[in-house]
Each structure stands twice: as C-alpha cells, then as structure tokens.
C-alpha cells in the first residue's frame, strides 16, 4: 500500500502484529516520514454459532428473526422492529470474529430486544437463558424494568423546555429555558 499522504511507495516496516485473524503492519513512509498503519484481515462468509454441546452452526439470520418472533406476543409483535434487531445483530457479532457462543449471543440479543419490547424480551428470555431458578429470572426482569425508561419517539430527550416571556427587554423574544430533569 502507498503511503495515504504523499502517495510513495517506498516505506518502512516499523511494527507487526499477528493475530490468528489479521495482520497489522505500522510503516513509515521514507519520503514524507508519515507513520501509518495497514490492516489485512481474514474475512470469512460463514459466522459460526457454537452450541453449548459445542456443535457449530451456520449463523442465520432468519432463524434468529424467527426465534425472535416466535417470542413476540401477537399483541406485542413489531415485525419492523424485529427485522432491525435481527440486521443489527448480525451487524455487531459478525464484525468481532467469525463464531460466537450461543450464550454470548443470546446475551447481544436480549440486551437489544429489552430496549425494543419487553413482553417479547421477558419471552425470549425465559426460553433462551439457562436461568437457574425462577427467582433468578424474576430478579433479571426486576433489574430490567428498574432500569428501563421509555422514551417516546420525538419527544425532547432529558430537557423540559419552558418558553417564558423576557420581561427584560421591551421587545417581543422570548427565552427558551432548558430545565435538565
Ligand atoms: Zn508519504
């Protein structure tokens, strides 16, 4: 690779990295003393999913959508939003490897789907957790809804504002106060 800056071909290896995915390489260019690093990376078009007997299985994105709205309530089910999860999912696992343990899976699942239906997470989560008890799945949906806030689509997000006349001034502006909640 040319150097990003002054386009020269000639520089130097200064640092290498090897991991079992990729390669890093720090270089310096010799013409204008740019230090820069490239990345070859081993991408892989099948995501594994290891099963806790540790089987592995191709990662399937249907699948997951599936086990997602067989989760949702039919009163509860978000279709859209369940799509999203799904591609946002697949998004942020399969750019951190190329298998990933079903546990941690389910883990990147649930902690999305909390925030997008909660009837549907409390499902998802009662049959996909290896919870230990009742208890421990009643105590997991306590400290999610203590932590949950629902905050609806296009509403001012943490300020309360207050339009109030200036009475300082003889013109017409008014204030806008921001009161932080
Ligand atoms: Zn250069």
């Known amino acids: 690779m040319n ?9 130097k290896l200064q640092d290498i990295a090897v ?3 990729s390669v890093q390489r720090e270089k310096l260019c010799l013409q204008c003393g740019l230090e820069f690093i490239t990345i070859e990376e081993f991408i892989s078009d099948t995501f594994l999913v290891r099963k806790k007997d540790g089987r592995k299985e191709r990662f399937n994105k249907e699948k997951l959508f599936n ?5 949702a309530h039919k009163k509860h089910a978000v279709p859209d939003a369940l799509t999203k999860l799904a591609t946002e999912v697949e998004e942020q696992v399969v750019t951190q490897g190329n298998e990933i343990e079903s546990r941690l899976l389910a883990e990147v699942v649930m902690n ?7 009837v549907t997470y409390i499902r998802y989560a009662a ?14 949906i306590r ?9 609806p689509p296009e509403q001012p997000l943490l300020f ?15 204030v806008i106060r921001l009161q932080s909640s």
């Open 3 to 11: 150097c990003p800056n002054c386009e020269s071909p000639q520089n």
């Open 19 to 21: 991991s079992t995915t």
């Open 67 to 71: 086990s997602l709205a067989h989760a």
């Open 112 to 118: 999305r789907l909390k925030r997008v239906d909660m």
């Open 127 to 140: 049959s996909y957790r290896a919870f230990v008890s009742a208890d421990e799945l009643l105590d997991d």
């Open 143 to 151: 400290t999610t809804l203590d932590n949950f806030t629902y905050i």
């Open 160 to 174: 309360d504002v207050d339009v109030v006349p200036n009475t300082e001034s003889n013109n017409s502006e008014t």
